[in-house]
């Protein structure tokens, strides 16, 4: 991981600068930022925008971090790229990120798209992707995550957040505290850009919530866009939705009737690993890859929303430079099992990952009620052994008290208890 924008500058320079070869926009936040990201760049494509969208992490493949017009690049694309790339490793120092997202610029520079939706990968002020003169910027959420890095209050996470802002260009903010917007409302008078919030951009209310969506009612001054199917679960999806619909009227402009196909373009946005949801053998199984306080809590309290405790069943893993806080308070609510297992780490990774006994007696045990819940500590056997395909085993067998198994915590949690499912049957 590399801090400042010096060598990400740099590399620009060197490969002739293909950010500015089209618009682009900033997606910030602590949670729901990809859910942004996702449903405006589906949206400013249906109004004809070649669009492509950059997204961190994958689950599956490294390929859908960069997308044009929803489809992922392919590795073909990224290798061509990187060719021009690997050659000044050796006078610019780059990170693993710095290169990808000069590949995405190459490639979207390449494929002559005509506006970029930039997901920041971590904060805002010093991201690899803050080397673009965004049009406009989006800040979806604050909460507390990498306070090693952006800072131990929400404050301080905040301010860093606000880096992606630009002098003249529109901000636009999802909730916020009042001590919260009290801070973005200084920043956008002392340096001069419109800050817009829910009561500059409309309104979205839940219809109908859905374990797999919602219909979410969507109005704006400018249109009112009915019912809407979202295709991701939670509340907070209204807002993204909000946000999204917002920023895409001021970078596409609007009609009488508001932006062409916005309603179709949202229900069929997708991105992999965000609450999605897999019929397999009669039960339902989740990939979601909430990770933070923030995200597990939502992620538990719309399982515990539409789902009996009993039947429910959660594995989970998690590095240890993650921080929980309250969060196993809210599994513990909404889960009746619970299978605690080493996510694994890739090859040459410096991560350390929780122990499953760790994770019970460090988070779980102290929010456990008496004889209330089952937990398994399912553990590695040898390096021959593959967990995974255990558990789903277990999971699958007629005699399994699950109907719904959701798999989140660490991102690769979720890539390989994905990949198991998609490999295997039941």
Same mark, same amino acid.
């Given at each position: 991981?590399?801090?400042? !924008?010096?060598?990400?500058?740099?590399?620009?320079?060197?490969?002739?600068?293909?950010?500015?070869?089209?618009?682009? %926009?900033? %997606?910030?936040?602590?949670?729901?930022?990809?859910?942004?990201?996702?449903?405006?760049?589906?949206? !400013?494509?249906?109004?004809?925008?070649?669009?492509?969208?950059?997204?961190?992490?994958?689950?599956?493949?490294?390929?859908?971090?960069?997308?044009?017009?929803?489809?992922?690049?392919?590795?073909?694309?990224? #290798?061509?790229?990187?060719?021009?790339?690997?050659?000044?490793?050796?006078?610019?120092?780059?990170?693993?990120?710095?290169?990808?997202?000069?590949?995405?610029?190459?490639?979207?520079?390449?494929?002559?798209?005509?506006?970029?939706?930039?997901?920041?990968?971590?904060?805002?002020?010093?991201?690899?992707?803050? %080397?673009?003169?965004?049009?406009?910027?989006?800040?979806?959420?604050?909460?507390?995550?990498?306070?090693?890095? !952006?800072?131990?209050?929400?404050? #301080?996470?905040?301010?860093?957040? !606000?880096?992606?802002?630009?002098?003249?260009?529109?901000?636009?903010?999802?909730?916020?505290?009042?001590?919260?917007?009290?801070?973005?409302?200084?920043?956008?008078?002392? #340096?001069?850009?419109?800050?817009?919030?829910?009561? #500059?951009?409309?309104?979205?209310?839940?219809?109908?919530?859905?374990?797999?969506?919602?219909?979410?009612?969507?109005?704006?001054?400018?249109?009112?866009?009915?019912?809407?199917?979202?295709?991701?679960?939670?509340?907070?999806?209204?807002?993204?939705?909000l946000l999204a619909i917002g920023a895409a009227e001021r970078l596409a402009g609007t009609g009488p009737g508001g932006l062409v196909g916005a309603g179709a373009a949202l229900s069929a946005a997708h991105i992999p690993g965000r609450f999605e949801c897999f019929e397999r053998g009669g039960r339902t199984f989740v990939i979601d890859v909430a990770h933070n306080e923030a995200s597990i809590a939502a992620t538990a309290d719309h399982v515990a929303a539409f789902r009996p405790r009993e039947e429910c069943a959660l594995v989970f893993g998690l590095l240890r430079r993650k921080e929980l806080f309250a969060a196993p308070g809210h599994l513990v609510r909404a889960f009746g099992w619970h299978c605690l297992i080493d996510p694994g780490l890739e090859p040459g990774s410096s991560d350390v990952a929780h122990a499953p006994h760790e994770l019970l007696a460090n988070y779980f045990a102290p929010h456990l009620p008496n004889g209330a819940s089952n937990v398994i500590l399912w553990n590695r056997v040898d390096q021959a052994d593959d967990p995974l395909i255990r558990l789903l085993r277990w999971l699958d067998h007629e005699r399994s008290p699950a109907t719904t198994v959701v798999a989140m915590g660490s991102h690769r949690v979720v890539e390989e208890f994905g990949k198991r499912m998609m490999m295997t049957q039941p």
């Open positions: 991981m590399t801090l400042g !924008l010096g060598n990400i500058r740099a590399l620009m320079d060197r490969l002739g600068h293909p950010e500015r070869a089209f618009r682009s %926009v900033l %997606v910030a936040g602590t949670n729901g930022k990809g859910s942004v990201t996702t449903l405006l760049a589906s949206v !400013l494509s249906a109004q004809g925008l070649r669009t492509g969208r950059y997204t961190s992490p994958h689950v599956f493949s490294v390929a859908e971090r960069i997308c044009v017009d929803g489809a992922p690049v392919t590795i073909a694309e990224m #290798e061509h790229a990187a060719r021009r790339i690997v050659p000044l490793r050796d006078e610019i120092p780059y990170s693993y990120f710095e290169a990808l997202t000069a590949i995405a610029f190459l490639i979207y520079a390449e494929r002559g798209i005509d506006i970029a939706v930039l997901e920041v990968g971590l904060g805002g002020r010093f991201d690899a992707t803050n %080397v673009v003169d965004p049009e406009l910027s989006i800040i979806t959420s604050i909460s507390l995550d990498h306070r090693r890095i !952006l800072g131990d209050t929400v404050e #301080e996470i905040l301010r860093e957040k !606000l880096g992606v802002s630009r002098p003249g260009r529109p901000l636009l903010v999802g909730p916020l505290t009042p001590a919260l917007s009290a801070i973005a409302g200084a920043r956008a008078a002392s #340096e001069g850009f419109p800050l817009l919030g829910a009561a #500059e951009l409309g309104a979205a209310t839940i219809a109908e919530p859905l374990f797999d969506g919602a219909w979410v009612d969507i109005r704006t001054p400018a249109a009112d866009y009915g019912r809407v199917r979202l295709p991701f679960g939670g509340d907070h999806q209204a807002g993204n939705a």
